[in-house]
């Protein structure tokens, strides 16, 4: 009988140790897995989303060009004599650039002439007998049309006069010449491209939100980086409501006030809208993953992230606006983006 109850006196005393042996093992591996877990958690930057007022003033580049830029072409023909003007030369308008040979012309105006005042002549004699009946009506009409016919010979002749000395269309600079002394041009033949710099333009192509932020006469900041301590300004000229075939609007902008020191062909940024405000989500470019028409961002939910698609709309500087997608007070993961996907656990860092 004892024999029996040490046997089972053992025998519980294994139980129980073999029991707290159990626990312990469940217990540390618990705390195991808890560590584990807390360890594999990647550390990321997260921020708060929140509402704010913001302006809604974007950029685009553009080349300064002249406000008026003519390549300029002959609509006579004749021999080049002399040439008045170079590259380089500023001419007003109206100022002779080109004169061609015109001896013939000057001697066909002397004929035309003579022969509309012998025949203005014969018309007055006509006229005078037709009243007393020495002139038929058939007879005054026919020396008429004949005076018509010289005056209209005499008009054309003085015209290809003047037109032998070819004339600036506007007031500005000569930038290229394509004419010699000596050659003969034919109507259609480039004589010289003339620029009026003293006003610039500049012509640039923005997208399908921005064109809804755009009208004529809007104001608009134009920064060069060859003066970056001064700021020019413009005004909207034209904006175009069709767009490119890359989907963009083409727009023109006008400079106003000082321009002097900016010549054709420079580089320069355009700021649109700087004066307009608006509220709404603005987070850092950095946080958004995916191309534009397909972004998303990582939403933080009890220390686990999880891929949300969003809407964007105007990019401002590095950070970019928020349509749809994400509400004030949502966590978004901001830096630390590489080894996140959805569905992993993240700890916040600073």
């Not at 808890?34 to 990321?44: E, L």
């Not at 608009?220 to 001064?230: H, K, Q």
Request: net charge neutral; glycine share 8%.
């Amino acid at each position: 009988m004892k024999k029996i109850v040490y046997i089972l006196s053992v025998c519980a005393i294994i139980g129980i140790i073999t029991l707290v042996l159990v626990l312990n093992k469940r217990s540390t591996a618990e705390k195991t897995k808890m560590v584990a877990d807390i360890s594999d958690a990647v550390a990321v930057k997260m921020m708060v989303v929140s509402d704010s007022t913001y302006s809604v003033e974007f950029t685009s580049n553009g080349l300064l060009e002249a406000l008026h830029d003519l390549p300029f072409v002959s609509d006579v023909a004749g021999r080049v004599v002399t040439i008045y003007a170079d590259e380089g030369d500023r001419v007003g308008k109206g100022a002779v650039l080109i004169q061609l040979d015109n001896e013939m012309l000057r001697a066909d105006v002397v004929s035309s002439e003579a022969s509309f005042e012998a025949l203005k002549k014969d018309y007055e004699r006509f006229k005078s007998s037709n009243a007393q009946g020495g002139v038929t009506d058939q007879q005054l009409d026919n020396i008429q049309t004949q005076m018509i016919a010289a005056e209209s010979r005499l008009i054309t002749a003085k015209r290809r006069l003047a037109d032998s000395s070819i004339k600036a269309p506007m007031a500005g600079k000569i930038y290229k010449r394509y004419v010699e002394v000596g050659s003969y041009l034919n109507p259609g033949a480039k004589l010289f491209d003339i620029i009026d710099d003293s006003r610039l333009k500049v012509k640039s192509l923005i997208n399908e939100k921005q064109r809804l932020l755009i009208s004529k006469g809007q104001a608009v900041r134009v920064v060069s980086e060859l003066f970056p301590e001064e700021t020019f300004f413009g005004t909207v000229s034209f904006v175009s409501d069709k767009a490119d075939h890359s989907l963009h609007f083409p727009v023109e902008i006008t400079l106003t006030g000082k321009q002097e020191a900016l010549k054709p062909g420079t580089l320069v940024t355009l700021f649109f809208g700087g004066d307009t405000t608006k509220s709404g989500i603005l987070i850092p470019r950095r946080a958004i993953r995916g191309s534009v028409l397909a972004a998303h961002v990582f939403v933080v939910k009890n220390g686990i992230v999880r891929k949300q698609t969003v809407v964007t709309g105007n990019m401002l500087d590095e950070h970019i606006e928020i349509v749809q997608g994400i509400d004030p007070g949502d966590s978004i993961v901001v830096a630390g983006l590489v080894n996140v996907s959805d569905g992993v656990a993240v700890k916040p860092v600073k």
